[in-house]
């Protein structure tokens, strides 16, 4: 044993880094057949593998480096992940909560401290900001199940917040007492610097981020991008006296509504964080538990009892006080609970600042038994929060599907068919299916690339299998997967028709034509005999920056739209990419169908932010072009000749988005309709329909010699 024990612990690089790995991989592993929840075997595993354990690893650099990195990506992705509509919604309860989950079990370990323990009133008031405040830890566990929007989450997110920061504020006031520093001239820089910094946070990052992301459209560079945002932002909360998770949370709140929830950029955050940083960080707090100290006997004992039991039964009473007066549901307060009694990383670097703070020569104000009882507290606080949070998630999910059924999902036809010609846009259209998609349903999408049947045939389907395999690579970064075809035809038009039927796609999303040197006319070679020839949901469009920076959905809306079978399909499309994209969506459309709108978002999609505003006539179209901003996206709802709401009106609307929209960003949406066009190709009603009739240049051409003669 003793020749072994010499190679402990392991100090090369390579199998530290090694033996990291082989616990992230086997943790979930072992837990799951034990039916206890992962992040309890990371944090086992560092106790078992540290100095206090069986020795074979040493809590290096390393350890703090990533694990501080960790940190900082629970609290980064907490952020991220927010549904900011609800924060707003919500934000008195948010301060509220906050409050609560600070007071009480502050207040409760104060007295504790002083009554039973008894610490002096500077050590008990360190000890009770270190209760009062807590970490994230059992996060990943509700993004596992997609909780992240629920309002008990929502509101334990932005309570540890407020929590958090006062408790930091106390922190750094208790060790400014004890400097003789507190004063008027202590609370004025503070304040003055923590202004300083949220303004110029709030006003630098957003600016950066819309520039950056608008021009560089590379992955790694996105990512490295917004690591780079997140670690200014807690170097500068550091830089004012504020630990560096709170830049971290900031940060995450600033850049929220730049990363949609279902971008590629999200998945590859998520999945290093998960993958990595927040498992390292995991088995390095364990790694800092000894488990030994428990059979030593003493006052360690008694010391861990009462920093367990107070420091969660505070955090009890705060979840379920609020969950009574917010009126929601008992599942939300354990929720609430659960993600709030976690104590890790923020109570050990505060029980750190207490141990370099003296109070007298040599004596710091906390001892080694509050250490090692702060430590132990970690280790059961984690359990616990791990266990609760697991089994409310778990709840809450049984509780919402006996609440809210989702009927239409088993009957959802939902399948986009994507046709792509051209290299340098054929990733946008990804990303709005992505955006529009419903991903409880998980389906892939079918990319399709027609050719035409020529002396050119081989070599365009060698360049149509490379860009298909260009957008299916792309779609992996969503964890979207794709059908891919490329299809001959005499006819484009004809061959994407075709490819629908096989596919039995439920509708088509397809870049408009802006290529004029192929084709002058508005819809191009083949667009108009696609939309005219299919009777399904069409949806043109033309994106000329990434996604995630525009601000405003402008939908324009024509009367008896809400007669249409394809009604609700579109609408569900838009209000999807508007709460994905996190961005305001704007109506224009005649009273009657608004206040329809209106009511289907306010029930299905209550936290978009929607607003109305009435256009009596489509002859009004026009004049919305100076509402439309470069950061918006202009869409029309149009319909076929024919259907309910077609309107002669619409016959200008080429030249009209031509002379009025040409550069904006836009999406024509050709609804539903009843009837199967390929099946009604007949003689009497051919399917190609011209873009211009005959009629219509006979009576430009008069008009044009009546102006000139007069």
Known sequence: MSNIAQYFPIADPTLIFLVVLLVILSAPIVMGKLRIPHIIGMVLAGVLLGKYGLGILERDKSFEILGKVGLYYIMFLAALEMDMEGL?????????????????????????????????????????????????????????????????????????????????????????????????????????????????????????????????????????????????????????????????????????????????????????????????FLIGVGMLINVRLLFHGGDIIWIVLCFVFFGTFGKAVAAYVACIDFKLPMSSGHMMFGLTCAHAAGAIAMVMVGMETEVAPGVSLVNDDILNGVVMMILFTCVISTILTERSAQRIVLRDKDLVPDAGIKNDDEKFLIPVKYPEYANNLIDLATVMRNAKLNRGFVGLNVVYDDENMLKNQERGQQLLEQVTQYAAGFDVRMQTQVRIAANIANGIKHAFKEFKASEIIIGMHTHKDVSPKFWGQFHQSLFNGLSRQIIMARIMQPLNTLRMIQVCVPSRAQYEVGFYRWLERLSRMARNLDCRINFHG?????????????????????????????????????????????????????????????????????????????????????????????????????????YMTIREWIYKLIHRMT
């Open 88 to 280: 707003k919604k919500d934000l008195g309860k948010v301060g509220i909560y906050g409050l609560l989950t600070f007071l009480i079990p502050s207040l409760m370990m104060y007295v504790v401290g002083v009554a039973f323990l008894h610490y002096s009133p500077a050590t008990s008031l360190l000890l009770s900001c270190i209760m009062a405040s807590n970490t994230l830890i059992a996060y990943p566990i509700v993004i596992r199940y997609g909780l992240q929007r629920k309002p008990s989450v929502t509101l334990s997110v932005g309570g540890t917040m407020v929590s958090l920061f006062l408790s930091l504020v106390a922190l750094a006031m208790i060790v400014a007492a004890h400097k003789n520093e507190v004063g008027v001239w202590f609370w004025a820089s503070f304040i003055v610097k923590f202004a300083v910094y949220c303004i110029g946070i709030t006003l630098l990052v957003p600016r950066l981020a819309r520039w950056f992301l608008r021009r560089y459209s590379d992955s790694v560079m996105q990512y490295i991008f917004v690591m780079a945002m997140l670690f200014l932002s807690a170097a500068l909360s550091e830089a004012i006296g504020v630990e560096g998770i709170f830049g971290a949370f900031v940060s995450g709140i600033i850049l929220n509504r730049y990363i949609p929830h279902v971008s590629a950029l999200m998945n590859r955050i998520e999945f290093i964080g998960n993958a990595l940083f927040i498992p390292y």
């Open 590 to 694: 005649r009273r009657d169908t608004l206040e329809l709108i209106g009511e289907y978002i306010k029930t299905r999609h209550v936290g978009i932010r929607s607003s109305f505003t009435e256009m009596e006539h489509w002859n009004e179209l026009p004049q919305l072009a100076g509402s439309i901003a470069a950061d918006h996206i202009f869409v029309v709802v149009t319909a076929r000749k024919g259907s309910l709401s077609y309107k002669a009106a619409m016959d200008r609307l080429p030249e009209e988005l031509t002379n009025y929209f040409s550069g904006t960003n836009m999406m024509i949406i050709f609804p539903d309709q009843y009837g199967d066009a390929m099946d009604e190709m007949t003689f009497a009603q051919p399917q190609h329909t011209e873009e211009q009739s005959a």
